[in-house]
């Protein structure tokens, strides 16, 4: 059962307090975007088998959403941050980097 | 130990005897026959041939069994010859699980195609084939799904004979409770479209439902049972021996199967697949078939495209074995559980799947409560019994948690993937689908199971009987 | 024969004699036996039957790896299949049957499938029964399934009780032998929260059966004082009769406390289920003792030299008078030396090693017990109880020897560390050549969510083959565990130095298959090593292939006894090395855990959490019928004495529409969206233009998810500039509030827009009918309702009858309708004085489905009904509730795709059947002809279908293909039965077309 850190209360959270909500930073296609980008983002994922950026709310706390980056192989996490955030954080990446040189932001 | 080497070197040197006389067999059958449809069978389009599988394998009987009996069984061969990769293949198949064998063996019994690998990263059947809580049915509501799982299940009806290896499907029938209004009127819907499928369906009353299954509880005090869904031909089957009885007549057409061997990479020349790249090597094709659920995204990154699915862990469990006391398969989905008994005698039990990526074979213990929670409170007398083994596997989520049996933005690519939780059920049906795509680009089963659907909205959703809001 | 010895047994208590009985014989025990021990004092060693070839089985061990001695413990509602004899104390009126045996455990008919096991190699199955194809379901299966299972079926609900338990600590300590012990000693001197739990009654482990001497003192006596030291510490918990059942990610584990096993009179939860939250765990969990394979050693009286010897120290039973011990490592000469002491006669020690020596060699030299070194057992023989072992040389085929009398055999073939904890969440093995077995490989531990190792280990568990390493090891794991030195001092160990063991696998070496036939890996199962040579012949070469192929170690000992003897024979015939072949998946429970525990006390009425409306103690009182609606019960209906639900629902129908009807309506989702951008926000949410709502309106919406299904619709109400009221569904609110938030937080961030789910601060009320305005008029209102001041679809505050209220004017039932919310708390008070003033119009509460056929009526939608999630408004002819004006709302880009923005959908149309008949539920409209696929083709469904009391005939709901422009059109429908229903499509709005009714 995994441990996750709620970056707004600070509560570190049993599993069973959150929601999982898929891949994060996906970016919105709205009315005129083409199919392909709509598909894109509706339904394409990249699934990694490894670090992986997703969404989690922490419903049954303080009821917000936040991201966090987790090797899906080992569920080891690297870290968890706002839910207002475009793309990974900078001490994130580094955070993933200083424990896996090979990997890179795809 | 060294003198126990000598009898060890007498049947190791037998086995390669053995091996070489298969070898001939296998290389005489695949240049004689390939031309013609060389394996027999009572479903394929050559009807009424000869049986190609009996003179390529040792024949499997009581008879042969007493046989072998009198030399304490040391005379049984290989059930697979264990092959290096040749150069190049007509078609190569990525994945020895359930799907991926079935694939190759109706390539070659359907379409005379036999220069085939079937190339397994880990042991043959060791995914979602030897995971799962072996459930078969067909009692799907919308037309394509209907159309596949029904094909699968009546081919199952005949997979012992066809393989001539006993897969032990035994068609006990399955009930899926109705415990809501909003739920009956759900599966009362899926008996009229069924009734139009040619899927053999019904729905029972609850007096029905605890004749058949005795051991449940009808009243629960939350969710009584207000009837069922029963498909008499739905059941179970033996799972670890799909997988082996497929190998099994693969191999005896003079298929390649090669274990531990990881696929590294997938070579495409102008568009198209060329080759590709494994741990034994690199290996051509003109066709490639990708069959690994749980890690589709993976190999199809390979390839150098995204499909529109997530990895998640479903899990399982089994009771201690005890004598018969469920003669059916149930499945309550309001309460989120479902059971069956295995021949062996275990409560075989399943649930829902996490909610979160995962590639680890684990999931999270609050699922098997959940699961365990709701049979105790349907099924109260297996609350005194025990939970011998819990474990997980991984399980393709499409976008409408309908399977993907498609073409490929790589020519001559092909994937089958997105099973979700239903894999096993479909395995057979699945293999004549996608060899069908495979050989002939196209097949009335596979075509609505289209990549392209996403982009078009046209989904294929099978949570509707379930249905969510009220 | 086995039986009770005059002296010894540290267990056992001899002024207590316990009865119990065993298959309706009565027996007596000692307070402290184990039900294995009693039956072994009472020579019973024969105890059941086993899986395959149903032969005589005794007790092996005496532990929770135990293959053997499975039985049926109680009666009734507390009968429990499959408990092990070796973990199970005695109680007094104990109820035992042994199993899987007819007619009974000394004459089984089963017994057949032993005198034909030569035709039942390890999976014959697959290579019969294939022929004729109906005997597979209808003989040959249904002869297996009973020849198989083990156990009886428990049939009556669980009499007992079960609960959960939560913990946080620092460390958790699986084992409380001296290992454990120690490392809770030492974490517990750091301050940390330690939690350590053990299995069994009794702590300590081995030590004191071996006879170590700690720090001057008996084994038994630093235990005691180590408990004492122990019990001292308020940070330190202890648990025995608890047992570690899983590790799980992130340092969560399952310990798995059995209560009131061993004292079923005691009035508290049967088993207690330990949900743990650890930041580190070490596994102390010791190491199991494995079998010898030689011919017959599935004999009874032939068991582990571990559990000859415990059975003898801890409750003073001899397995036997006449005793053999078989062991190719230096342990087992501590059976015989204790059998000796015990007065018992040891006829021999067989030793493979040609030229072992060692303290206990010497020992059991000096005590004058005959050592055959460098011999094997040729076979054992005996039917139900052994008689004698021939041996020979171990480097030879066994063909001739000596037999030496005996009626009980100790065998030891070495130690396997208990890796299953720390490999169930991905620690990784490594082979130990000089003990020949597996242990943890501390470079590769399960990862806990920082990416360190969060499991350690100590003692035997780590493969430490003595007391002195042991402890050592468990001070070495708390300082890595805790990252801080440990600085107490160990108690010095007087214990024997310990040889090397000789790797052996089968005896003698060169056993041909006749007797390779009879050498048994899996005593449970009936595996043989000859089944897992068939298997490696036959390609199965996998480990996971041979196990699923041979069923070794699918037991309900999970392989314990028998999966590193098998591994062994498996790379023999592979001709790989064992750790090239590797193991196979350790997967939780330890040992078996109760489906009860796991269930808790979540079961019954509080199976799930039941929500109840302020109004729900009136509806039960006045004989409502419930149907469950998610979480919450709602009245179906109110039947009358005589009156079934069609009636009821018929009645409350005609009453409504006739005179004055009262639904409670709490159920529905109530969300407030507030803030500066809420319109904005509104105009997002919902496919119809919101934001434009005059403050004092009510608004009719649509909300579709990004993929452009409709997922909900309700009534609007601006309450002012800056607020709004969402109605949904009630199955709709939280996941519609959890949308909103989801979409507020993550890409609308910008937005200032606060929400609140005040579903449950409200009591709603539909007072609905021709006399509702009269009503409330009598009930006095501050405020004036009438058509003028309250027009259709506006709302206002207002005090009713003394009640603060919210008086919306909207109506599901195209009648006249107010739909008031009072505060939760006066619910019920008003519910109550609507009912009283009412009656005089003869006020009728109706139910759901008097709610669900007056929308019908009316033709509105339900959510769930008329959608499906495949649905978009535009099939239910709802393009008026879609705004063209706007550029963005959830769904739009979805609705454009090529699918969806497509006029060949299905769309939503009326039913008549021909003869006024109703439509059964789920009907299809059929197609002439078939498609691809050979199935009949289908042009539409009925979404809803109800009798109509109100027009005395059954009408419908449904999605045609084009149905709007086929008005008339006769099409046919299922019936359910094989056969055919004709109807005529027509208008969905069977009454009231005008709305003349609703707008009074």
Redesign the interface.
């Known amino acids: 059962?995994?441990?996750?850190t709620c970056p707004y209360c600070g509560v570190s959270a049993?599993?069973?307090e959150l929601?999982?909500?898929?891949?994060a930073h996906l970016k919105?296609?709205?009315?005129?975007?083409s199919?392909?980008d709509?598909?894109?983002y509706?339904?394409?994922?990249?699934?990694?088998?490894g670090v992986?950026f997703?969404?989690w709310?922490h419903?049954y706390g303080c009821?917000?959403?936040f991201l966090a980056a987790r090797c899906?192989?080992?569920?080891?996490?690297?870290g968890t941050y706002s839910?207002?955030t475009p793309e990974p954080p900078k001490e994130i990446i580094a955070k993933i980097q200083a424990?896996r040189p090979d990997w890179s932001l795809t | 130990m060294t003198q126990s080497r000598d009898h060890l070197a007498q049947a190791r040197k037998a086995r390669q005897e053995m091996q070489e006389l298969r070898f001939a067999s296998g290389r005489f059958c695949a240049q004689i026959c390939r031309p013609q449809y060389p394996f027999a069978s009572r479903t394929g389009p050559n009807r009424g041939k000869f049986s190609g599988v009996s003179f390529a394998m040792r024949h499997y009987s009581v008879f042969a069994i007493v046989k072998e009996a009198l030399g304490y069984h040391q005379g049984w061969e290989r059930a697979w010859r264990n092959p290096t990769p040749k150069a190049q293949y007509d078609a190569i198949i990525i994945g020895a699980g359930g799907h991926g064998l079935a694939t190759a063996y109706y390539l070659g019994k359907n379409f005379g195609i036999t220069n085939v690998a079937v190339i397994e990263k880990g042991w043959l059947g060791g995914g979602n084939t030897g995971r799962n809580t072996t459930i078969i049915r067909s009692n799907y509501l919308q037309d394509p799904s209907a159309a596949i799982y029904e094909k699968s299940r009546s081919l199952y009806e005949t997979l012992s004979q066809d393989l001539n290896y006993n897969i032990m499907f035994s068609p006990r029938g399955v009930i899926m409770l109705a415990q809501t209004e909003h739920e009956k009127r759900g599966y009362l819907r899926t008996a009229h479209a069924n009734s139009l499928q040619g899927v053999e369906t019904r729905f029972i009353t609850p007096r029905e439902v605890k004749e058949l299954c005795p051991i449940i509880h009808l009243e629960g005090p939350r969710y009584p049972v207000l009837g069922g869904l029963w498909q008499a031909r739905g059941g179970t089957a033996r799972h670890d021996a799909v997988a082996w009885g497929y190998a099994r007549a693969c191999s005896a057409m003079g298929m390649d199967i090669i274990q531990q061997c990881e696929v590294t990479a997938i070579h495409r020349e102008n568009g198209a697949v060329s080759a590709i790249e494994t741990t034994k090597g690199r290996i051509g094709c003109n066709k490639l078939g990708i069959v690994v659920a749980g890690h589709s995204s993976h190999v199809a990154d390979m390839a150098g495209f995204r499909l529109p699915i997530e990895s998640v862990a479903l899990q399982a469990l089994v009771s201690e074995p005890i004598k018969p006391c469920m003669d059916v398969v149930v499945m309550a989905n309001t309460v989120h559980g479902y059971m069956s008994q295995s021949d062996k005698g275990e409560m075989v039990i399943g649930g829902g799947a996490d909610g979160y990526n995962n590639y680890t074979q684990r999931g999270s213990f609050q699922h098997i409560e959940e699961t365990v929670r709701a049979l105790v409170e349907t099924f109260p007398m297996i609350s005194r019994l025990k939970m011998l083994r819990q474990w997980g596997g991984i399980v393709d989520m499409t976008g409408d948690r309908s399977p993907i049996i498609s073409k490929t933005p790589v020519e001559n690519c092909f994937i089958n993937c997105g099973w979700g939780t239903g894999g096993f059920k479909a395995i057979p049906g699945s293999g004549w689908a996608m060899a069908e795509l495979m050989a002939k680009g196209h097949s009335p089963l596979a075509d609505e199971f289209g990549l392209n659907r996403f982009r078009e909205g046209r989904f294929i959703d099978e949570s509707v009987a379930a249905g969510v809001a009220h | 024969m086995s039986h009770r010895l005059p002296q010894g047994g540290r267990l056992i208590d001899k002024a207590r004699t316990v009865s119990f009985e065993f298959n309706g014989q009565k027996m007596r025990g000692l307070a402290g036996d184990t039900l294995a021990s009693a039956l072994l004092a009472e020579d019973q060693m024969l105890v059941g039957r086993s899986f395959k070839y149903h032969r005589p089985r005794g007790i092996v061990a005496s532990g929770a790896e135990e293959p053997n001695a499975l039985v049926g413990l109680g009666r009734d509602a507390r009968f429990e299949p499959n408990q092990r004899v070796t973990t199970t104390e005695l109680f007094e009126g104990l109820e035992a049957q042994s199993q899987n045996h007819w007619p009974s455990l000394e004459n089984d008919i089963g017994v057949v499938n032993n005198y034909l096991a030569r035709f039942l190699p390890a999976g014959f199955y697959y290579k019969t029964f294939i022929h004729p194809r109906p005997f597979w379901k209808h003989v040959f299966e249904p002869i297996i399934r009973q020849s198989a299972g083990l156990g009886k079926a428990p049939k009556d609900r669980d009499a007992d009780r079960y609960e959960h338990f939560y913990a946080h600590v620092d460390l958790l300590i699986i084992g409380g032998g001296i290992a454990g012990l120690q490392a809770a000693l030492d974490a517990g001197k750091q301050g940390k929260r330690v939690l350590l739990v053990e299995q069994t009654a009794h702590w300590g482990g081995r030590a004191p059966v071996d006879g170590i001497e700690l720090g001057g003192k008996s084994a038994d006596d630093w235990i005691t004082a180590t408990l004492a030291a122990l019990g001292k510490m308020k940070n330190v918990t202890l648990r025995n009769r608890t047992m570690g059942a899983g590790v799980y990610d992130h340092g969560y584990a399952l310990a798995y406390e059995r209560v009131t096993d061993h004292a079923p009179s005691v009035d508290a939860p049967r088993h207690r289920l330990w949900r743990i939250r650890a930041a580190r765990i070490i596994t102390a969990t010791g190491a199991i003792e494995r079998p010898l394979s030689f011919a017959g050693n599935d004999i009874p009286g032939v068991m582990l030299a571990s559990a000859l010897r415990d059975y003898i120290v801890n409750y003073g039973v001899a397995a036997g008078k006449r005793i053999v011990i078989a062991t190719n490592n230096d342990d087992g000469y501590r059976s015989a030396l204790v059998a000796k002491e015990a007065g018992l006669e040891v006829a021999a020690v067989i030793d493979p090693r040609p030229d072992a020596t060692g303290d206990l060699i010497e020992a059991a030299r000096s005590a004058g017990i005959a050592i055959k070194q460098g011999m094997a057992i040729a076979e054992a023989q005996g039917g139900k109880r052994v008689t004698g072992v021939k041996i020979c040389a171990q480097d030879s085929d066994g063909s001739t020897g000596e037999v030496i009398a005996c009626d009980a055999v100790g065998m030891s073939g070495g130690w396997s560390p208990v890796v299953h904890l720390w490999s169930h969440c991905g620690g990784k093995l490594i082979w130990d050549e000089a003990q020949a077995c597996f242990r943890p490989d501390p470079t590769r531990p399960p990862l806990s969510h920082d990416g360190e190792g969060f499991v350690f280990v100590a003692g035997a568990a780590d493969g430490h083959s003595t007391a002195a390493a042991s402890l050592k090891s468990a001070q070495a794991a708390v300082a890595a565990a805790t990252g801080q030195a440990v600085k107490s001092r160990l108690p010095k160990v007087v214990e024997p130095e310990l040889g090397a063991l000789a790797p052996i696998w089968i005896m003698p070496a060169r056993a041909p298959i006749q007797k390779r036939a009879k050498m048994w890996l899996d005593f449970q199962n009936d595996v043989k090593v000859s089944d897992v040579q068939l298997a490696a012949r036959e390609g199965y070469e996998s480990v996971e292939h041979t196990k699923r192929y041979t069923t070794l170690g699918m037991a309900t000992d999970q392989g314990k006894l028998s999966n590193i003897n098998g591994l062994a024979v498996l790379a023999d015939a592979l001709q790989a090395q064992i750790p090239a072949v590797g193991t196979t998946t350790f997967r939780p429970p330890y040992t078996p855990i109760s489906m009860g525990a796991i269930a808790g006390e979540a079961r019954g009425a509080v199976f799930q959490p039941l929500r109840r409306t302020p109004i729900f103690d009136w509806h039960v009182e006045h004989g409502a019928d419930f149907e469950p609606v998610g979480q919450w019960r709602r009245p179906y209906c109110y039947p009358r004495a005589g009156e079934d639900r069609h009636a009821a629902v018929t009645r409350e129908i005609n009453a409504t529409r006739g005179s004055l009807g009262l639904l409670d309506a709490s159920t529905l989702g109530k969300i407030i969206v507030k803030g500066p951008d809420a319109g904005r926000f509104m105009d997002m949410l919902y496919t119809n233009m919101m934001s434009t709502l005059k403050p004092g309106r009510c608004r009719y919406g649509l909300m579709c998810n990004e993929n452009g299904f409709l997922m909900d619709d309700g009534v609007v109400a601006r309450l002012d500039e800056e607020t709004f009221l969402v109605h949904t569904t009630t199955g709709g609110a939280d996941h519609i509030h959890a949308h909103m938030e989801d979409w507020l937080q993550c890409e609308w961030w910008d937005f200032k827009v606060y929400t609140a789910n005040v579903t449950e601060r409200w009591a709603q009320v539909a007072v609905v009918g021709p006399n509702a305005r009269k009503l409330l008029e009598k009930l006095g209102s501050d405020t004036d309702l009438s058509a003028e001041a309250l027009p259709f679809m506006a709302w206002t505050d207002a005090k009713i009858g003394g009640f603060e209220a919210r008086v919306f004017r909207i109506s599901f039932s195209g009648e006249l309708s107010f739909e008031i919310a009072v505060p939760a708390s006066q619910g019920l008070d008003f519910w109550k004085s609507l009912i009283e003033a009412g009656a005089e119009w003869n006020i009728t509460p109706y139910g759901t489905e008097g709610l669900h056929v007056m929308r019908a009526e009316k033709g509105f939608i339900m959510i769930g009904d008329e959608t499906d999630g495949t649905v978009i408004p535009q099939d239910l002819g709802l393009d008026w509730a879609i705004s063209k004006k706007k550029e963005d709302y959830l769904g739009k880009r979805a609705q454009a795709r090529s699918f969806m923005d497509n006029p060949d959908r299905w769309k939503l149309v009326g039913l008549e059947t021909l003869d006024g008949g109703v439509l059964p539920d789920g009907a299809y409209v059929i197609r002439a002809g078939k498609n691809a696929n050979g199935q009949n083709n289908v042009q539409g469904r009925v979404t809803s279908t109800y009798y109509s009391p109100t027009l005395k005939r059954g009408i419908a709901m449904a999605l045609i293909h084009n149905g709007p422009d086929r008005m008339g059109e006769v099409v046919n429908l299922t019936d359910g039965k094989g056969g055919q229903i004709k109807a005529r499509i027509c208008s969905t709005i069977f009454f009231d077309p005008e709305g003349e009714k609703q707008n009074v």
């Open positions: 059962m995994l441990l996750l049993d599993e069973t929601s999982p909500g898929g891949e919105r296609f709205g009315p005129g975007s199919d392909e709509f598909e894109g509706l339904f394409m994922r990249h699934n990694q088998k992986h997703e969404r709310r419903t009821g917000k959403w899906t192989a080992t569920l080891e996490v690297f839910a207002q424990k």
